[in-house]
């Protein structure tokens, strides 16, 4: 069979047949080109759609990484290295048909939207393959975007073009890529689930608060992230990042062209000299999506939350969820004392000075009631992984769903993932030996990662169909498991005010009215009464 090609508004595109891992051959279109390469005059700023070319463009190779720190997690232990290009604005697109005669049947599409804090991570084959998905009948698309300071740097001024979230922006013209061009891979653009892990999870909430976003998608599925997590959220660290980039001038207008011409190697060099990698919730992340002065570009120009419960956002299907152990991740290396690491543990929108009377009281009564008589005798680092994931993702999900189950005019669903088999793979790398799913680990049921092995008819391939029956039945219906679903016999009723009904997803799927973890949540909401949050 020959190879399949594919034209596009921009031009004609050449893939590569590849099989699932039932071995079904589907159709692969890798690293085509949505948006200009955003150089020179065009870094920091919001992308411009990608222009035509001539002959046959060659979509048969993995795209550029964003130029980024990437963690590669294929050996030992994480290796963080400097990678990547500035060209990065790509996207993948894997189907089953192209719509030849263009009258074929369309196909539900799932755009996906990779995590890594804002500032690093891509859509690597070594961690999203396809062959999972591609099991169903659906397209899916996976994006590049714009990272740290590449994607978030902010000025203020509009007249700069450079008010922020470059990075949301190329996330939105990818989207009206696929309105335009969907349909030639059989897939419908009137019926689009948005999905994203992590960062890939805030920034699909971001995109459900956005007024720019309007009929772009019609379900959104957010998975271990919200806009009102801690870490989701960036300032304006332009100044610094001019200083550190040796860009000396004052003017705003000289800055942002000293800092346009610097080096990429040179201008992530400084970002990551002065800012952390990863911020945790102690700190505000140095470069991450904000809130902007009005312009016609804006993202979002208000708080989420008050976005949220004023219900001025795109009414869709939302399903929101997490895994039992998201602190994992934050636990790791974490063999200090407890009580000195919480201190770079609460939240910096509660705006307490962490040497504070106030920071220190609070601290004490977050360490009583982890670590108080009448709680388990379980290891000091389970405990301490409790609470990086309820202060670190646990406490903004539950925000927003709460908010959400107020002022939906669609349902809103809610899971927990607790499975625990070899596909676990951050879990394993990160050598965690108490119970639970880490941060991630639930990436490696619904896409191939390299490091994630798994074998035919266990546990673990009855798990990945299950979980992809799940995602794949709300991107067609609205509802992840349907009354005539022949996978999953468990009915999921959506999350109310009165009962925020969730899914446990485990060896086995069991329904719930609540959460286990609401006691803990309820602890967080006591204390968050006596303080004003400069973020509500």
Not at 18 to 35: Q, R, T, V
Not at 87 to 102: A, E, P, R
Request: proline content about 6%.
């Amino acid at each position: 069979m020959s190879d399949p090609i594919c034209t596009l508004e921009q031009g004609q595109v050449k893939g590569k047949i590849e099989k699932d891992m039932d071995g079904n051959p589907f159709l692969s279109f890798m690293g085509i080109p949505y948006a200009k390469p955003p150089l020179d005059k065009l870094r920091f700023k919001p992308p411009q759609p990608a222009e035509k070319w001539q002959g046959i463009y060659d979509a048969t190779k993995e795209p550029n990484n964003c130029y980024s720190l990437q963690v590669e997690l294929t050996g030992f232990f994480p290796q963080v290295k400097l990678k990547g290009s500035e060209d990065c604005l790509f996207l993948n697109v894997f189907t089953h048909q192209l719509n030849k005669s263009g009258s074929e049947n369309l196909r539900p599409v799932m755009v996906f939207i990779h995590g890594g804090a804002f500032i690093t991570g891509s859509i690597a084959r070594v961690t999203f393959g396809p062959e999972f998905l591609m099991t169903e009948d659906i397209v899916l698309v996976l994006m590049n975007y714009r990272l740290g300071a590449l994607g978030f740097l902010t000025i203020e001024d509009p007249s700069f073009q450079v008010t922020g979230n470059a990075g949301l922006k190329d996330q939105i013209l990818a989207l009206k890529w696929v309105q335009k061009n969907i349909k030639q891979f059989c897939g419908d653009p009137s019926n689009v689930t948005l999905l994203g892990q992590s960062a890939g999870s805030a920034s699909v909430h971001y995109l459900v608060l956005s007024p720019q976003t309007k009929g772009l998608f019609h379900r959104a599925v957010m998975q271990s992230g919200t806009a009102t997590c801690p870490w989701a959220r960036g300032k304006n660290n332009t100044e610094q990042l001019a200083r550190t980039s040796r860009c000396k001038q004052t003017d705003t207008k000289q800055v942002l062209e000293c800092l346009q011409g610097v080096t990429v190697q040179r201008l992530i060099k400084a970002q990551n000299k002065n800012f952390a990698m990863i911020t945790g919730p102690g700190a505000q992340a140095a470069f991450g999506p904000t809130v902007e002065v009005p312009n016609p570009t804006a993202v979002i120009t208000d708080e989420p939350l008050k976005l949220i419960n004023s219900g001025n956002y795109n009414h869709v299907p939302l399903m929101f969820g997490y895994t039992s152990e998201e602190g994992i991740l934050g636990a790791w290396g974490s063999r200090c004392k407890v009580k000195k690491k919480l201190k770079d543990m609460l939240p910096y929108s509660f705006g307490y000075d962490k040497d504070s009377e106030e920071a220190r009281a609070l601290r004490q009564k977050v360490f009583q009631f982890y670590y108080g008589k009448d709680k388990p005798n379980i290891g000091k680092m389970e405990i301490f992984a409790q609470i990086s994931s309820d202060i670190t993702f646990l406490r903004g999900i539950y925000q927003a769903i709460k908010g959400h189950v107020k002022t939906a005019q669609k349902p809103v669903y809610l899971y927990r993932v607790s499975i625990e088999t070899e596909l676990n793979a951050f879990k394993r790398i990160l050598k965690y030996k108490h119970k639970g799913a880490c941060h991630g680990d639930d990436v490696c049921y619904i896409f191939k990662a390299k490091y994630a092995k798994y074998k035919p008819s266990t546990i673990e391939e009855r798990a990945i169909r299950r979980h992809v029956r799940l995602w794949t039945n709300f991107a067609r219906t609205s509802n992840p498991i349907p009354n005539h679903d022949d996978l999953v016999k468990t009915y999921w009723n959506p999350a109310t005010e009165k009962n925020l009904n969730f899914l446990d997803i485990g060896e086995e799927l069991v329904p719930g009215k609540e959460p286990p973890d609401m006691d803990r949540i309820a602890f967080w909401e006591q204390i968050c009464k006596g303080i004003n949050e400069k973020y509500k």
